[in-house]
């Protein structure tokens, strides 16, 4: 395989069920030198073995794009936010000991709240450390969710994404698996290109009922290039992240799977110029 493209990288999300070793090592086999490490990989692995593992690879040169999976708040519970906060400072530590670009979160639950209340709960969650991710120079980037995903988040639609992001100062993680139906998407790329930190791109099948269950970009019906020229044209600067999981890239299995994605990913970003 040929070096990645430089505005490409993989998930670790990608590679959900390896742990943080053998993500190391699958990325090495694969000529993947550009990533989104699993925060909850890093745990499991025992924390800071696991930063020193990455950062060794670092040195070597491997570049760590974004950092992900930090798990949501509890918005209805303050008393619970405690912990999420001081899981954020030690990723934020992480991040900028690797250079990542961003730190990428959903938002947590509503549930009871309205959404408004949602949105105020989570500012006070956020505000002991966003000065935290600005003294490091790493953003925060709030990704939209599907909105079968309540359970992890309550922005489903990027629209929504920029526009609280806008209230909290913070950046925006662009799913294209889920807003690439949204209404006037073109708009919202276009008015809020300034707010994004990082795309991730995936495929979908119509007829699809479960997730997530996501496709190599190219096997389903998302018009994926389509987008990503949009997103280029509207002075997008940064990375696009292959964010694969689900049943189908089970079957496939990893090492078929994400190299396919990669070369997809790269030949569309080279016919666009990017």
Not at 59 to 72: A, E, F, Q
Request: hydrophobic share 45%; proline share 5%; net charge negative.
């Amino acid at each position: 395989m040929t070096r990645m493209h430089p505005r490409a990288c993989v998930s670790a999300i990608s590679t959900f069920r390896l742990p943080l070793v053998d993500d190391l090592a699958f990325w090495a086999e694969h000529a993947i030198d550009q990533v989104g490490v699993s925060v909850a990989k890093l745990e499991a692995h025992g924390w800071d073995d696991g930063v020193a593992r990455v950062a060794d690879a670092v040195g070597s040169g491997l570049r760590v794009v974004n950092l992900i999976g930090l798990g949501p708040f509890h918005l209805a519970h303050p008393d619970r936010w405690a912990e999420q906060q001081e899981r954020l400072v030690r990723a934020i530590a992480a991040a900028e000991a690797f250079g990542a670009g961003c730190l990428v979160f959903t938002t947590g639950p509503a549930t009871p709240l309205r959404w408004e209340e949602a949105a105020d709960a989570l500012e006070r969650a956020l505000a002991p450390v966003l000065p935290a991710s600005r003294a490091a120079g790493v953003p925060f980037a709030i990704e939209h969710t599907n909105s079968l995903r309540v359970d992890v988040g309550f922005v489903h639609s990027l629209r929504d994404a920029i526009a609280l992001a806008r209230r909290l100062d913070t950046g925006v993680c662009m799913e294209i698996n889920a807003c690439w139906a949204e209404r006037d998407l073109d708009g919202t790329i276009a008015d809020g290109v300034d707010r994004l930190r990082l795309v991730q791109v995936s495929d979908f099948r119509v007829g699809t009922l479960a997730t997530p269950d996501r496709r190599v970009p190219g096997d389903g019906d998302i018009p994926i290039r389509r987008i990503l020229g949009t997103v280029l044209a509207a002075g997008y600067p940064g990375s696009f992240d292959l964010e694969l999981i689900g049943p189908n890239i089970e079957a496939e299995g990893y090492d078929r799977a994400v190299p396919r994605a990669v070369q997809a990913l790269d030949d569309m970003l080279n016919e666009l110029g990017a």
